[in-house]
């Protein structure tokens, strides 16, 4: 027995559930496993490892579905931009500069223990197309003990990349994507923290041929898949076009939609997509925040979950202007209910939005727990035995005015007003990983 | 002379238009007013009082147009509840509570250095029905330096009331309002500072007499007037059936629609009630926050402010859960990005959303400054010779990551990214009244 926290629990087992466990003792194994999970007894427990302060509270750890690490630097910018010229001026000049390792090492050493600090125990990064800086992550993952999957960016077509920065060709794309694959598991430590992650951008970024290797080196290693999907109008269009089927089919004619495949954004999915998503167990990185920029409408997230989509949530750093995962829980509840109403006052009530599309604050801590997990196959999510310790801690005390009545009106201030200050502690596998300072 | 700070300003004279000056020395007199703002000799100028650090900004401080301060408590929570039960079952309650003078000291102590320390250099404050715990608000701003108006609710309607929160009667609310005025307006330091206003809750909480009696008031005092307005389908709808007119003709009649009246949130405005408005000089505080769960729809700001009509920013703590401004600003141009966009993925793309309606940062910061102040009629909102000295330092280094190319992006960033954490010193009327700790 490694680690013994004698804290009260707040988790999601569901959505619109949420489970409060008052004055547990939960025991971690020394890989990182909860091995028990029982009320406090005074009388027979030693004296826990770990006592929570009074008025904090244990939390599962927060999964970040969507980051685009290479993007750090301009978090919070440029959204005033159309796509395009967000992408080919603003963005993929940023990527470009990742040719740097050193620039990569500096911008890494900040976002991640930042990302650990703001209670982010597992992120799911897009990386840039060059290969020390996407292995340079995995390597700052590691040794702040963040769990992540990591994937090398491959994008090679003439048309939906710059000159600058894309892949010459599909086939040395599809090469130093394997390379990348085979040097983070070669990680020491990588084995049950890091994982790579295929990464084909999007389809407008790839020509066939890349699509295709990429597919089969899914097919081959049995590595996860990320990309984004249906995630705007113009998108959505650009592959009814290309292809004459919607972006979920194209993907899945290339072997793209598999088990835990992650498909970013999916605002556009129709019933259709989404059934074939749940067929393959694929699912969504629900980005509230970036789609209020670049998604053109609201993902319905109820509508999804509830037809037993996979769905997460997701910073998509940084096209979401806001790192928190916490802060995009309550936007996924702003623009929900933003989604229920519609927006145009001119319009008569029921003209105006889309009925029974409104989430609370514990649907949307399950994507950002369970549902993450689920989407991406791990056992973390929630404090349960059997799962891995993966969990942080937060300072009631912060989020003032004085503590309320009851857990549930308790849990909505935490998820509407906890910062990264909040957050006191982080384990990760059972490990400490709290960032100093 | 009484102060002399040297510093960056970055402000906005226009909706859309950033202006920074860089190295500036501004004078300010003891009056608290600005009387020179010029580029900085080095050979020349004395040593300043105060420097600003290297990598920190100057910005005019922050104007809330829109509190409920005895709802501070509850900040952040029962936004899952609709209207009527969040205000008879949660609200109401709450408010009820600040009968106790003792327990609304304690909150005042609380929330006037929380929001002065998120860069609230003015607050226009809804009290309570309750004449001491409203002057004891009033007090607390002039302790701690906050610009401020304070109103003591009125609200008497048998059936927009509950029995055990309400004046008895119109006459008595009457009584108790022009009491509060006085009892305002005759502390020690409020001349300059602190402003009483006149504040009926809104028409279904306000008999015909209450109204008829407020708006004498009004008329025969001078004293500003703050109420709602036009602010979902229900209030709307709800003084179209009394009255047979909107919301702002109902009020004009009454004689509560005047030179710089605060009409909160104001979503369901016609054309023709916002051309009423702009004659008058009233204008509207608008809070994109609290209009995503109370408002049914978007206030559309960019026409509004284009129409000529007065804007302010307000955070309406607590039917909005984030007090900061700042944070306010960011989410007024997220609230408009989805009104231009619209919400239902299922709807054709012109069908969507309204047109013309984004805004940028800039305006959404126009609104927090300039916008509030003449909304308010206050000498502030800019760093110019002639305003009152009301200013915030905002720390760059905290909006990591490295600082940016522009000046542009950098504001962008500032308005997306800065916590309370960022502001490291706050003026009021050239008083430094930075919170401790």
């Known amino acids: 027995?490694?680690?013994?926290?004698?804290?009260?629990?707040?988790?999601?087992?569901?959505?619109?559930?949420?489970?409060?466990?008052?004055?547990?003792?939960?025991?971690?194994?020394?890989?990182?496993?909860?091995?028990?999970?029982?009320?406090?007894?005074?009388?027979?427990?030693?004296?826990?490892?770990?006592?929570?302060p009074a008025n904090s509270v244990l939390l599962p750890g927060l999964i970040d579905t969507h980051v685009h690490a290479p993007q750090w630097p301009q978090l919070g910018t440029g959204l005033d931009l159309p796509l395009d010229q967000w992408l080919f001026e603003y963005t993929f000049p940023m990527e470009a500069r990742f040719a740097d390792l050193g620039f990569a090492r500096n911008v890494w050493r900040d976002m991640v223990p930042t990302l650990l600090g703001a209670g982010t125990t597992?992120?799911?990064?897009?990386?840039?197309?060059?290969?020390?800086?996407?292995?340079?992550?995995?390597?700052?993952?590691?040794?702040?003990g963040q769990r992540a999957f990591v994937g090398r960016v491959a994008m090679d077509h003439p048309e939906g990349t710059p000159e600058w920065y894309r892949d010459p060709d599909a086939s040395s794309a599809i090469d130093a994507t394997l390379r990348s694959v085979q040097a983070i598991e070669a990680l020491s430590g990588a084995e049950t923290l890091v994982r790579p992650i295929l990464t084909p951008r999007f389809i407008p970024a790839c020509t066939d041929a890349l699509l295709t290797g990429i597919g089969e080196l899914a097919e081959a290693t049995g590595t996860l898949v990320q990309t984004h999907c249906s995630e705007n109008d113009w998108e959505h269009n650009y592959v009814l076009d290309r292809f004459g089927v919607s972006d979920t089919h194209a993907l899945e004619q290339f072997g793209l939609v598999n088990d835990h495949t992650v498909l970013a954004h999916?605002?556009?999915?129709?019933?259709?997509?989404?059934?074939?998503?749940?067929?393959?167990?694929?699912?969504?990185?629900?980005?509230?925040?970036?789609?209020?920029?670049?998604?053109?409408?609201?993902?319905?997230?109820?509508?999804?979950?509830?037809?037993?989509?996979?769905?997460?949530?997701?910073?998509?750093?940084?096209?979401?202007?806001?790192?928190?995962?916490?802060?995009?829980?309550?936007?996924?509840?702003?623009?929900?209910?933003?989604?229920?109403?519609g927006v145009d006052p001119s319009l008569a009530r029921d003209d105006r939005g889309r009925p029974d599309s409104r989430i609370d604050v514990t649907t949307a801590f399950w994507m950002a727990t369970v549902g993450g997990a689920e989407l991406l196959g791990l056992p973390v999510g929630l404090i349960e035995v059997g799962r891995a310790f993966d969990a942080i801690v937060i300072d009631l005390e912060s989020i003032r005015w004085p503590h309320i009545d009851d857990w549930d009106r308790t849990f909505e201030k935490v998820i509407r007003r906890a910062s990264d200050a909040a957050i006191q502690q982080v384990w990760v596998d059972g490990r400490d990983v709290t960032p100093l300072g």
């Not at 992120?123 to 040794?143: D, F, M, N």
């Not at 109820?302 to 037993?308: A, K, L």
């Open 1 to 52: 027995m490694t680690l013994t926290v004698r804290a009260t629990i707040l988790q999601t087992p569901e959505p619109g559930r949420l489970e409060v466990k008052e004055d547990q003792l939960i025991s971690v194994d020394d890989h990182g496993q909860i091995v028990t999970v029982a009320p406090f007894d005074t009388a027979n427990d030693r004296s826990p490892d770990v006592v929570l």
């Open 122 to 144: 597992t992120a799911v990064y897009y990386g840039s197309i060059h290969e020390p800086a996407t292995v340079a992550l995995a390597e700052a993952c590691i040794e702040h």
């Open 266 to 341: 999916g605002v556009f999915l129709g019933i259709d997509d989404r059934q074939t998503l749940i067929g393959r167990g694929a699912g969504v990185a629900h980005c509230p925040l970036s789609n209020a920029y670049f998604g053109d409408a609201v993902f319905p997230a109820r509508q999804s979950i509830e037809m037993g989509l996979r769905v997460g949530l997701g910073t998509d750093i940084a096209g979401g202007p806001d790192h928190s995962i916490l802060h995009n829980c309550a936007q996924a509840v702003n623009s929900s209910r933003v989604l229920q109403d």
